[in-house]
């Protein structure tokens, strides 16, 4: 999937744009993660509810962000996809003052609801925004890049936000949040521009630039030709699936450690700080080692050693065990993980990148609730050993719809370069 575009043609990928679009990424995700592993914390503990009301509060952000982000995408795709990402980022802190102020129950609710719309709506935003600003083969690599900060953000934003702000006790870190996001908000209006005003050199020389279309597509309109694109479908599956993966490992591993081990919880802990550990090492390492290998070599040798690792993990006995593969698990996500973002990229095109984009992230929402939700009862009833080995074969289906959405998006790059090449002659 090497970019159509020539080299004098591609846009500069070293800008003030693209740096500004990851800052915002990095600080997007660290006022998430300074406030999301509280949330229960403060809903039961300062609020004083109970915590079956605090988790459904918790709950309804992913599953509003699955249901609705993809109207979301729409929306910026009709309005701009920069002022969308502004709106978003702006609703998203109207949001935080809101949880921070409000006492009804009632209220917090819709709140939730609307802010995993505004999340969904800032990722897709963010993810298109950047799409549409370099060249397609390198659009993967940028994506990856978004990842990268996200877990960047994972590992400072807790810290930060227990040390200098009390989380989970007091209401202070919602209003820095929502303080980070307005200015965000500012700096991306002020400085951001829309990718068509900046790149209209896209256009072969001598070529006339396309007009834009006399009615823009209704909602229905778009709805119905992502409903017919094979390959988005396929990466939609195989992120579900994967999402899954990734959700009940974080939703269980804590709960087999205190089953098996005395000091269950504390292992806990620096497993997570393993796996964060691997992720921020070794994501810059790999990506540029696996940049030129191709897909179907790096995606299915990943995911692999990844469910291996989930495997022995289940399979150990000792604490020494799950490290070590909770370690093959990590170096597993990182490899998987830069050609993955390869296909995210490649399925969501440069038309109405923000909904495609949104349709995909909707399949990670999803795959978190589902895993954050059906896993934990299963720890009850299943064995480590049976839970991982059922884990593994989840990962194995998301390599083969991967690699379906793949194959299908070579298919249409090749049709699409002899298309060019006749329409040349």
């Known amino acids: 999937m090497e970019s159509a575009l020539a080299p004098e043609q591609r846009p500069n990928v070293l800008n003030v744009s693209l740096v500004i679009l990851l800052g915002a990424s990095f600080f997007g995700s660290l006022t998430t993660y300074m406030s999301q592993p509280f949330f229960v914390l403060y809903y039961h503990h300062a609020l004083a509810l109970p915590m079956a009301q605090a ?8 599953l509003s962000a699955a249901l609705f982000g993809v109207i979301g995408g729409y929306v910026s795709d009709r309005i701009g996809i920069r002022r969308g990402y502004v709106l978003a ?13 409000l006492r009804l129950y009632v209220l917090l609710l819709g709140v939730s609801v609307v802010m995993g719309l505004a999340n969904a709506t800032m990722r897709s935003g963010v993810q298109a925004l950047i799409n549409t ?80 279309p006399s009615k823009r597509p209704t909602f229905l309109d778009v709805m119905k030709c992502l409903g017919t694109d094979r390959a988005l479908w396929w990466t939609f599956i195989a992120l579900l699936c994967f999402i899954v993966v990734e959700s009940q490992l974080t939703s269980t591993l804590g709960l087999y450690l205190a089953s098996k081990f ?60 799950w490290f070590i593969g909770i370690f093959f698990y990590g170096i597993g996500e990182v490899l ?30 999803l795959g978190m609730f589902i895993g954050y939700t059906l896993s934990t009862p299963l720890v009850s009833v299943l064995s480590s050993e049976v839970f991982y080995l059922g884990t593994f074969i989840i990962v194995i289906c998301a390599m083969l719809a991967f690699l379906k959405a793949y194959h299908l998006l070579r298919e249409t790059s090749v049709s699409e370069s002899k298309n060019e090449a006749t329409g040349a002659m």
């Open 55 to 62: 988790g459904l509060l918790v709950g309804l952000t992913p």
């Open 89 to 101: 980022l702006a609703v998203t802190a109207v949001c935080f003052i809101g949880l921070a102020s």
């Open 133 to 212: 600003r370099v060249p397609k083969s390198e659009a993967g690599r940028y994506q990856t890049y978004l990842y990268w900060l996200n877990n960047l953000g994972i590992v400072i934003g807790p810290t930060v936000a227990t040390i200098l702000f009390s989380a989970g006790k007091k209401p202070t870190v919602f209003y820095i949040a929502a303080g980070l996001l307005l200015l965000l908000a500012i700096v991306i209006w002020s400085v951001v521009r829309d990718a068509q005003a900046e790149t209209p050199a896209a256009t072969a020389p001598g070529e006339k630039p396309q007009e834009p």
């Open 262 to 321: 005395r000091h269950g919880t504390q292992y806990y802990g620096l497993l997570n700080t393993e796996i964060a550990l691997i992720v921020l090492l070794c994501t810059p390492l790999v990506q540029r080692f696996a940049k030129k290998l191709p897909v179907t070599k790096v995606l299915p040798t990943g995911l692999v050693v990844l469910g291996l690792g989930l495997a022995l993990s289940g399979f150990s006995t000792q604490p020494i065990g």
């Open 336 to 365: 998987a993980i830069t050609k993955v973002n390869e296909i995210m990229a490649g399925a969501a095109g440069r038309g109405n990148p923000a909904t495609r984009f949104a349709s995909l992230n909707s399949a990670m929402f």
